[in-house]
């Protein structure tokens, strides 16, 4: 009775529902239709137990960045595990691999971000920077100084901390009461909220709202923006070219740090090491993970300027900090993660090859009559389903059942695409290839005519 890739997939699928409670999934579905099981993955393939191939467009959740099956990290893990499995950073103890990822992360880290607090998960990281920057305020004498401002649709995690940061009302309606200084400003979301503006004026409207709110309540009491440089699981909405540089103006003139979440744009995903060079800003928090460790294992961190980093080290103990902060498995792993990156220049292959091939073909979805928009930046996009095109209309009734019905028809024409509501969206590896790419896209296209 071992349980194993070979039993019938009904069995492993009745196993799972009647002992494995899913994330973000309902169990009573999951009674009904089974879960699907993965069984193994190479390159950009996924197999399932019933031996289906499915291009997975979404790179797992947006953090398989150097692609499946690659034999180096798992015998990196494997040399750690053996040599140390585990020790903790804590009480001035410390680790080869620790201090190695942490330093290979000051050397590719934008501008001054050479300090590195880690966490297990994004989520993790980003209960961190509220502490963080809270302590920040707190030690140079502004303890007043403790609201952060994020956005409407903003996901930047599943703690009650991540919960609190985001902007998605269904991950705080759940009966807990939300962290108190967390206030939200609209998304720059132009498909869906722009109305007759350009763009252009759409993005610094959207911006300014960082202005208005930080003279709302009080200069003196605003400590952080928190924001995606491009949102992810809000469907990858891509700001106008004018938002972020206005961001960051607004975060200057009034001395509120910046902390750019790059769980998801970090490590390449853009095209860039990092979504905020993308985007030309200068935060001085970044919050990593997925791409990290390429999702091989579970890491995550807050990347921090030297500024802030010496006020926070100089002020004594900072009360906060996780079993696995530093694990020195998951640092040897995304160590491992960092050099095939580089030394295989896989960002570079992104930027000047692989994503203008991507985008070329991406944004040709456009001529299908379901789709209105189609955004991509480096290796992640998004296409508007819409009824009708020239009116930027949604589906007004049960809004998100087109995008669930196309996800199924992608799924059962092997691609996992994933959608937001009515948006489709993919963020493949960064390893895909050209033909790969051909194919991903004959799939959607037979998707979406299948659901049109
Ligand atoms: N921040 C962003 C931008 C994310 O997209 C995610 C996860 O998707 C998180 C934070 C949370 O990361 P994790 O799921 O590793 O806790």
């Given at each position: 009775n071992v349980?194993?890739n070979?039993?019938?997939?009904?069995?492993?699928q009745?196993?799972?529902?009647a002992h494995h409670m899913h994330?973000f999934t309902?169990g009573s579905?999951?009674?009904?239709?089974g879960a699907r099981?993965i069984t193994?993955?190479?390159g950009?393939?996924?197999t399932?137990?019933?031996g289906h191939?499915?291009l997975?467009?979404?790179s797992?959740?947006?953090?398989?960045?150097?692609?499946y099956g690659?034999?180096?990290?798992?015998?990196?893990?494997?040399?750690q595990?053996?040599?140390?499995p585990y020790?903790?950073?804590?009480?001035?103890?410390?680790?080869?691999p620790?201090?190695?990822?942490s330093?290979?992360l000051?050397?590719?880290?934008?501008r001054?971000l050479?300090?590195v607090f880690?966490?297990?998960?994004?989520s993790e990281?980003?209960?961190?920077n509220?502490r963080?920057?809270?302590?920040?305020?707190?030690?140079k004498g502004?303890?007043?100084?403790n609201?952060?401002?994020?956005?409407?649709n903003?996901?930047?995690?599943?703690?009650?901390?991540?919960?609190?940061l985001g902007?998605m009302?269904?991950?705080q309606?759940?009966?807990?009461?939300?962290?108190?200084?967390?206030?939200?400003i609209?998304?720059?979301d132009?498909?869906?909220?722009?109305?007759?503006?350009s763009?252009?004026?759409?993005?610094?409207?959207c911006?300014?709202?960082?202005?208005d709110?930080?003279?709302?309540?009080?200069?003196d009491r605003?400590?952080?923006?928190?924001?995606?440089?491009v949102?992810?699981a809000?469907?990858?909405?891509?700001?106008?070219?004018?938002y972020?540089p206005?961001?960051?103006?607004?975060?200057?003139?009034y001395?509120?740090?910046l902390?750019?979440?790059e769980v998801?744009?970090?490590f390449?995903?853009t095209?860039?090491?990092?979504g905020?060079?993308?985007?030309?800003i200068?935060p001085?928090?970044?919050?990593?993970?997925?791409?990290?460790?390429?999702g091989?294992?579970?890491?995550?961190?807050s990347?921090?300027?030297?500024?802030?980093?010496q006020?926070?080290?100089?002020?004594?103990?900072f009360?906060?900090?996780y079993t696995?902060?530093?694990h020195p498995?998951a640092?040897?792993?995304?160590?491992?993660?960092?050099?095939?990156?580089q030394?295989?220049?896989?960002?570079?292959n992104v930027?000047?090859?692989?994503?203008?091939y991507?985008a070329?073909?991406?944004?040709?979805?456009t001529d299908?009559?379901?789709?209105?928009?189609?955004k991509i930046?480096g290796?992640?996009?998004?296409?508007a389903?819409?009824p009708?095109k020239?009116a930027?209309?949604?589906?007004?009734?049960?809004?998100?059942t087109?995008g669930l019905?196309?996800?199924?028809?992608?799924f059962?024409?092997?691609?996992?695409?994933?959608?937001?509501?009515d948006?489709?969206?993919i963020a493949?590896?960064l390893?895909?290839?050209?033909?790969?790419?051909?194919t991903?896209?004959d799939?959607?296209v037979q998707?979406?005519?299948?659901?049109?």
């Amino acid at each position: 009775n071992v349980i194993s890739n070979h039993m019938p997939t009904a069995d492993l699928q009745r196993l799972d529902a009647a002992h494995h409670m899913h994330p973000f999934t309902a169990g009573s579905e999951l009674a009904e239709k089974g879960a699907r099981v993965i069984t193994s993955a190479k390159g950009v393939m996924l197999t399932d137990s019933d031996g289906h191939q499915i291009l997975d467009a979404m790179s797992g959740l947006w953090c398989v960045n150097i692609g499946y099956g690659r034999e180096e990290l798992a015998e990196a893990a494997a040399r750690q595990m053996r040599e140390l499995p585990y020790y903790n950073t804590f009480f001035q103890t410390t680790h080869v691999p620790a201090i190695a990822l942490s330093a290979k992360l000051a050397e590719i880290a934008p501008r001054d971000l050479n300090h590195v607090f880690y966490a297990g998960s994004g989520s993790e990281a980003n209960d961190t920077n509220i502490r963080l920057v809270r302590h920040y305020w707190a030690q140079k004498g502004q303890p007043d100084r403790n609201i952060i401002i994020s956005r409407t649709n903003a996901y930047h995690g599943s703690t009650l901390g991540g919960g609190s940061l985001g902007g998605m009302s269904g991950m705080q309606n759940q009966g807990v009461p939300v962290i108190p200084g967390i206030h939200h400003i609209d998304q720059p979301d132009w498909w869906s909220e722009g109305g007759d503006m350009s763009p252009h004026d759409f993005g610094l409207a959207c911006a300014r709202q960082l202005e208005d709110a930080i003279k709302q309540h009080g200069p003196d009491r605003v400590a952080a923006f928190i924001g995606e440089p491009v949102q992810g699981a809000g469907g990858v909405i891509v700001p106008p070219d004018s938002y972020w540089p206005e961001i960051q103006r607004i975060c200057d003139d009034y001395g509120i740090l910046l902390i750019a979440d790059e769980v998801i744009c970090g490590f390449g995903r853009t095209g860039h090491w990092f979504g905020s060079d993308y985007m030309g800003i200068r935060p001085d928090i970044m919050t990593i993970a997925k791409g990290l460790s390429s999702g091989y294992a579970p890491i995550g961190g807050s990347l921090v300027c030297d500024e802030v980093a010496q006020v926070v080290n100089d002020a004594g103990d900072f009360n906060h900090g996780y079993t696995y902060s530093g694990h020195p498995v998951a640092c040897a792993v995304a160590l491992e993660n960092l050099r095939i990156l580089q030394e295989e220049r896989i960002v570079e292959n992104v930027c000047n090859k692989i994503a203008p091939y991507l985008a070329d073909k991406w944004t040709q979805l456009t001529d299908h009559p379901l789709v209105g928009e189609a955004k991509i930046v480096g290796m992640m996009g998004s296409i508007a389903l819409t009824p009708d095109k020239a009116a930027r209309a949604k589906f007004k009734a049960d809004a998100g059942t087109v995008g669930l019905h196309c996800r199924g028809r992608c799924f059962d024409n092997g691609l996992v695409m994933r959608h937001v509501g009515d948006r489709m969206i993919i963020a493949p590896p960064l390893v895909i290839t050209e033909s790969e790419i051909d194919t991903l896209i004959d799939r959607a296209v037979q998707s979406l005519d299948e659901t049109y």
